[in-house]
């Protein structure tokens, strides 16, 4: 009987250790009480007159007044009252202050540790933790609809909290909102832990691939995929999207096959490789450097944004709305680029009509480049891909040569055969600590100064890390492709509106040669180069420019704004506004085309 006493003691001590000491403290005061009363009564029954009397008004006055003293009683109670009120001051009122105490600190610990449940819904879940969801943080703070953001993970939670708030301090310029961040520290493959962050009442989910972990080639998405199999198998409102960020094609494929499948939430699963995205990303601005300043703005929150539009078509659209610029349909939606969600709505009370007559030039507004790219990583592959589909689809000759060395000597000799260079590509190594991201992009920078300027080539480098933006900018290179950015921001994009999915892939990849069908994507062109005309060119508006090109491109060039002296002017607001435009023949039109 003992030994399992002890035994049961010992169980209880280490599966609730607090709800025991409660228990033993409350049944030793409930015992001190019931003794010393007995024994007052039994010392004095005259005092109290009968044993329930004595119970009320000895032992337990004696505790719950701690202070209270009585000399008229015989000397005996005296005593026995000195030391129950000795006893109690520290078994009862130290006791449970101390137990009272030591809970409220445990939920405060809770709560600075991230244990505790929330009461939260459509907010945007990230799971896992890298250096992208501190852009994705940043960005959402432009975006009207996101409150909150709850981060899951198994890192350390001060750590990343420091990191969230030396970020946004260090982009608290154009602060639209307050955001409210909760990060809280478990694991993204419980469920008990993605219960407690009420994963079935957010908005959107994102997973983010773990880039702490040494995994080899063929595991390193697994921490991803298990966290999306036991997500995906949670009771999710169809409404809800689950982004998945991965590192392997084979990836894809799987979540897409089998889990999405399996499912049946197709429409909901949205795996990201972005080596790939990021690599078509910077193929487009390295042939076209304007396009970098173009996607920044047509991936942010800040200006103008894509939205869908159900059972609409692209030109009674663009004849009827008046602040919203379509693009195209796809299966029952019409893509729009519009600064609101309200302004979708927007019409004109005459549709357009007349129009001014351009003819668009055809393939001859493509030139033949030669581009020089140092380093190597994992985007490389679809940076080639993408050049060779462009080079294909526009019937042109871009020639590349690759430089994977950043010594000196390698360089001046392999640079100094090449007769002309239009551009430099210096592409950030993958797999590195953070503490040393870039450091080989900037050794890079230093060294082709020289052969930038010998041939007038422009520089467009890739950076990991935006801290290291302003040193890029002291060296005047004018497009800096920071990676991290245009992913996390392709994620909040998405994470908004799934439909858009569709509509980012069509943009960034080029035709496939066995492509039955044309897909569109963003360029930007001297106007010389793509209209057949007289310079300058005026309008009146921004609306007759945006419609005479349309309908003299036969619907097929969709122009998005301008960039004049290097100033990018994507249109929004009101097209209709009377604003001359006047087009000079060595302006920019930034365009989405096929």
Not at 235 to 249: A, G, H, M, P
Not at 469 to 489: L, M
Not at 554 to 576: A, E, M, R
Request: contains cysteine.
């Amino acid at each position: 009987m003992k030994n399992r006493f002890k035994k049961w003691m010992s169980i209880k001590r280490h599966q609730n250790a607090r709800g025991l000491l409660l228990i033993a403290i409350v049944l030793f005061n409930v015992g001190l009480w019931f003794i010393s009363s007995l024994l007052a009564f039994f010392i004095a029954p005259d005092q109290y007159g009968n044993i329930v009397r004595a119970l009320w008004e000895s032992g337990i006055t004696w505790m719950l007044e701690p202070g209270f003293y009585d000399p008229s009683v015989v000397p005996a109670i005296r005593i026995i009252s000195i030391i129950v009120i000795l006893i109690s001051m520290i078994t009862f009122t130290g006791g449970i202050i101390g137990y009272v105490g030591n809970l409220f600190s445990s939920i405060i610990d809770n709560a600075k540790r991230g244990k505790s449940n929330l009461y939260i819904y459509d907010h945007i879940l990230i799971l896992n933790w890298n250096y992208k969801a501190l852009e994705l943080i940043a960005d959402y703070r432009y975006d009207d609809e996101t409150t909150s953001v709850v981060i899951l993970s198994s890192h350390d939670k001060e750590e990343i909290e420091d990191a969230i708030t030396r970020k946004l301090y260090e982009s608290k310029d154009g602060l639209k909102k307050k955001l409210d961040i909760i990060v809280r520290n478990g694991e993204v493959f419980s469920k008990a832990d993605l219960m407690a962050v009420c994963v079935e009442d957010a908005k959107s989910i994102i997973i983010l691939s773990d880039e702490s972990s040494q995994h080899t080639e063929a595991r390193k998405d697994m921490l991803a995929m298990k966290t999306l199999m036991l997500v995906s198998n949670m009771d999710l409102k169809r409404d809800q999207t689950i982004l998945v960020e991965v590192k392997e094609q084979s990836s894809i494929k799987m979540i897409r096959e089998y889990i999405a499948k399996n499912t049946k939430r197709e429409h909901q699963i949205l795996p990201i490789l972005p080596d790939e995205l990021m690599g078509r990303l910077i193929a487009q601005t390295l042939l076209m450097p304007d396009l970098n300043k173009v996607y920044h703005e047509l991936l942010s929150f800040e200006g103008a944004e894509f939205y869908t539009v159900k059972d609409q078509d692209a030109l009674s659209f663009m004849q009827s709305h008046n602040k919203a610029i379509p693009i195209y349909n796809h299966q029952d939606y019409l893509y729009v680029l519009s600064d609101h969600q309200t302004s979708i709505n927007s019409t004109r009370d005459t549709p357009l009509s007349s129009y001014q007559h351009i003819e668009i030039k055809d393939l001859s507004r493509y030139h033949q480049k030669h581009i020089v790219i140092f380093g190597n990583n994992q985007k490389l592959e679809y940076i080639l891909d993408s050049i060779k589909l462009y080079e294909r689809e526009n019937h042109t000759t871009i020639q590349t040569t690759l430089i994977e060395s950043n010594d000196a000597q390698v360089i001046f000799e392999t640079t100094n055969a090449i007769d002309k260079i239009d551009h430099i590509l210096i592409l950030s190594a993958d797999h590195l600590n953070p503490e040393d991201y870039d450091s080989d992009v900037l050794v890079t920078l230093l060294m082709t100064q020289e052969i930038a300027k010998k041939h007038q080539a422009e520089i467009i480098i890739e950076l990991l890390d935006p801290k290291h933006f302003d040193i890029a900018q002291s060296y005047n290179v004018k497009n800096t492709i920071i990676s991290n950015e245009y992913i996390s921001r392709l994620m909040t994009q998405l994470s908004k509106n799934r439909l858009l999915y569709d509509l980012f892939i069509d943009l960034l990849t080029y035709d496939e040669e066995d492509s039955k069908t044309e897909t569109y994507e963003v360029y930007t062109y001297q106007a010389q180069d793509i209209l057949n005309t007289q310079f300058p060119l005026r309008f009146q508006s921004r609306s007759e420019l945006i419609y005479s090109i349309y309908m003299s491109g036969q619907q097929s060039y969709i122009v998005l704004g301008t960039i004049v002296n290097g100033k990018l002017d994507i249109y929004q607001g009101n097209l209709d506004e009377t604003i001359p435009i006047i087009i000079q023949a060595s302006d920019v039109l930034v365009m989405i085309c096929k």
